[in-house]
């Protein structure tokens, strides 16, 4: 009894044996308490020994009050404990969330656009390199000048689409490199297919479509060509917009602009240069119109006078003395151009003749869900 009862005196929370302990103790103490004398009707006193078994009970029942409140308190706190883990677990699960957002918002979605004029000379000039430290989400290129067993470069982490000039070896071809598998792939326009000039990929949210346009050639002796492929590629965009927004890419060989070939606006003979000619750039400009294209290079740099050119003949160094043309373009449907950020050119690569273009925008897949 007596070691029964220092141990409840202190303030540590019992146990359910202690309290049966406890309960059985208290009934020793009442069985043993003598009888009251039937009279006269008077209060015993209580012998010193009753007296510290009664005193002994009632700190026994202060000690349990005790004990139940302190494990009251003790169960409200690990309530409180638990309410607080969760809302730190909550806080940091939103942390985490937001970072990653910001880190998706931070990292734009990338396509980038490159005439590599053969890809076995620009593969001695460091295009996989390049390739790998831009990293664009999709590369369009073209002039490929090869087979795809004649490829020399190891494009990791993409799909390759590949399209051939089958007419010609060494001469012409586009291909698409794609981190996102797409869910459709079609070859050709319906014009100078067997010369590989034109990939059409099909994403969720929009379409892609990469091409070399035909040149018109010396002394225009190809102006046909081109007449027909501009009615065909026209038709063939016009199909797509039906459907889904389009990103239309690559060297589309016209200045649409006086100031897009460096001496436009005062060699009066430039007119009669493929690439500057009055029908090429009307049907450019009649296509752009009609379809509600969007060139989004001079949707950011309307004015730009000085550093807007993509191809640089490779004679006379031309590039130093920034002699050049604007041929490479991304045209964009109305409804993606407010989620384009920027359209940049990597004025310093040395791969080719062309320098690569670079439209960086939100992810249309995820922005225009």
């Known amino acids: 009894m007596s070691s029964s009862a220092s141990s409840t005196t202190n303030s540590k929370k019992r146990t359910l044996q202690e309290l049966e302990n406890q309960d059985n103790d208290e ?9 009251p004398s039937p009279a006269p009707a008077k209060k015993r006193k209580l012998s010193t020994k009753e007296s510290a078994l009664e005193n002994l009970n009632k700190n026994d029942t202060a000690s349990k009050d005790h004990d139940d409140g302190d494990q009251d308190t003790n169960e409200n706190k690990d309530d409180e404990s638990e309410e607080e883990d969760d809302d730190l677990k909550t806080d940091q699960k939103q942390k985490q969330t937001k970072e990653t957002k910001e880190a998706q918002s931070a990292s734009p979605f990338k396509i980038c656009c490159y005439n590599i004029n053969g ?5 001695k000039k460091n295009l996989e390199q390049y390739l790998e430290e831009e990293d664009a989400d999709i590369v369009c290129l073209s002039e490929m000048k090869a087979t795809l067993a004649q490829n020399p470069c190891n494009f990791r982490g993409y799909q390759v689409i590949w399209y051939e000039c089958v007419e010609k070896k060494g001469y012409s071809g586009t291909a698409v490199l794609s981190k996102t598998k797409p869910l459709q792939i079609l070859k050709g326009i319906g014009c100078e297919d067997m010369q590989g000039r034109a990939i059409t990929l099909e ?15 010396q002394q225009l002796k190809f102006k046909q060509r081109r007449l027909n492929w501009d009615k065909a590629m026209k038709k063939w965009l016009t199909a797509l917009q039906l459907k889904k927004p389009v990103i239309w890419t690559g060297d589309l060989n016209v200045a649409v602009l006086d100031f897009d070939v460096y001496d436009g606006e005062t060699n009066k003979q430039r007119a009669k240069s493929a690439g500057f000619t009055p029908y090429e750039r009307d049907n450019f400009r009649k296509l752009r119109d009609e379809l509600g294209l969007v060139d989004a290079y001079r949707h950011f740099y309307p004015n730009e006078r000085e550093q807007h050119y993509t191809f640089f003949t490779a004679r006379q160094n031309l590039k130093k003395q920034n002699r050049g043309w604007r041929l490479d373009y991304f045209m964009v449907s109305k409804t993606l151009i407010n989620i384009v950020d920027d359209v940049q050119i990597r004025r310093d690569k040395e791969c080719s003749d062309h320098v690569p273009l670079i439209l960086m925008m939100k992810d249309p897949n995820e922005a225009l869900c």
């Open 27 to 35: 009934d020793s103490v009442e069985l043993e308490a003598p009888l």
């Open 203 to 217: 994403f969720e949210r929009f379409y892609l479509v990469n091409t070399y346009v035909p040149n018109s050639g």
């Open 119 to 123: 890809i076995r000379a620009a593969h």
